[in-house]
Structure formats: structure tokens, C-alpha cells
């Protein structure tokens, strides 16, 4: 597993090594110890699988979501197929598939309830809120927004990169690289916000210090 993880996280972004990592420390190495690949069985996997779904999940959920437990799965049998492959047994985890995922309901705000809101928020975070509900840009994206890819002459905000836990990283996919247009309150928040922001730091959208802002005070507030 560890050799498999040396070789592969070239290809990853920080934020997914350091979840890839967790969860082999965590889950997968404690669960199969010392115990060699080629013994293992696809009933052992399967028996794993169940002791996932047992335990407490995140955000209030009384057990681990069918997500969550097919992200361990899926490393896994990324490991399996590898090691399988390389070593010449055959692979325990054929024909286990992924559990279905049930559907999530989404309602989002109406636009009266977004202009309350854009209305009623403490002042300094009006700009944020204006530009975030009228691009639809993902927490990362913009609270790791810099002045560098606001393009105010051809009225365009360029997504190229987003903030994890801290750190700025490329977008995940090479698709969530985009140009989002200004619109005319997006606009006049960004306009707005430069007065604020622009000397003081390369993100748009910063603490007293300069510092991105942390999305989750942020929805606190």
C-alpha cells in the first residue's frame, strides 16, 4: 500500500494526497495489518465494507454515507488492481461494485431570499456574498480568488485556481478552468471591493492581514 501510495501521488493534488493518506493510516492499514495481499479475501473486503457503514459519519449523519465508504473502497481496489497485477494472484475484488448513491435535494435560494440576504449581511462581506451568488463559484474558488485573474476590462473573472484548507491549488479538473462574466452587480462588488482589497492583498476577498478569507467564519457570521 505504501509503495503504491510512493508512486502514484505524483499524479494527485495536495489536498487529495493528504486524504488519500488519512484515510490508508487511518482505515485500510489498521483493518488488514501485516496480513499479505494474496491473502486476503473478497470476503474480508466486503466484511470491511460493512465495518464502514457502521460507523459515524460527518455533518450530523448517524453512519458513514455510501460516498464516503466507496471513496475507502475505491483505494482499495486501486491497491488490489495494482498489486494484483504486479505480483500474480488473482484479484479478490472482481465484481464488487460501488454502492448506489442516494439522490440529495437541493433547494436553493430564491433570488428574493438572496437579495435579503445580499441586503441584511454585515457590510464587509457584502461584496463577497454579491459575487457569489451571481457567478456561482465554488468556496474555493473564491475565497482564493486573486486580484491577478479579475480581468476588469474585458469584464471576466478567470477561475484557474482554488483554495484547500489553506493552500491554493490548480482547480480539480482541468473542465473547472472557465471565464465567468461580470455582470453588472458582480461588477460594481469587484469595483467596490478593489477600494477595499486591491493594495492590501493579491486575494480578492482578505482578512485584515491580507490573508484569504476562511469560508466557514464566513457562513457563520
Known amino acids: 500500500a505504501d509503495q503504491w501510495f510512493s508512486e502514484v501521488k505524483i499524479e494527485w493534488r495536495n489536498s487529495h494526497i493528504r486524504n488519500v493518506r488519512s484515510i490508508l493510516d487511518g482505515s485500510i492499514l489498521p ?57 500474480g494472484f488473482t484479484n479478490p475484488y472482481r465484481n464488487i461494485k460501488p454502492l448506489k448513491l442516494q439522490k440529495i435535494h437541493i433547494e436553493p435560494f430564491s433570488l428574493h431570499e438572496v437579495n435579503r440576504i445580499i441586503e441584511t449581511v454585515r457590510e464587509d462581506y457584502r461584496n463577497y456574498y454579491t459575487v457569489r451568488f451571481f457567478t456561482g463559484m465554488r468556496s474555493g474558488e473564491i475565497d482564493g480568488l486573486k486580484w491577478d485573474y479579475v480581468d476588469f476590462d474585458r469584464k471576466q473573472i478567470l477561475i484557474r485556481e482554488t483554495l484547500i484548507a489553506g493552500e491554493t491549488e490548480y482547480t480539480k479538473t482541468n473542465g473547472s478552468q472557465r471565464e465567468i462574466p461580470m455582470l453588472g452587480p458582480v461588477y460594481d462588488a469587484l469595483m467596490d471591493q478593489y477600494k477595499a482589497t486591491g493594495k492590501l492583498s493579491r486575494y480578492v476577498f482578505c482578512n485584515h492581514e491580507g490573508n484569504p478569507l476562511d469560508q466557514n467564519n464566513v457562513t457563520k457570521r
Open 31 to 87: 483493518y488488514f495489518g501485516e496480513k499479505h495481499l494474496d491473502q486476503i479475501t473478497k470476503a474480508e473486503l466486503l466484511d470491511y465494507r460493512i465495518a464502514q457503514s457502521k460507523l459515524p459519519g460527518r455533518n450530523g449523519n448517524k453512519f458513514m454515507t455510501a460516498k464516503s465508504i466507496n471513496n475507502r473502497m475505491g483505494l482499495l481496489k486501486m491497491i488490489m488492481d495494482e498489486a494484483s497485477d504486479r505480483y
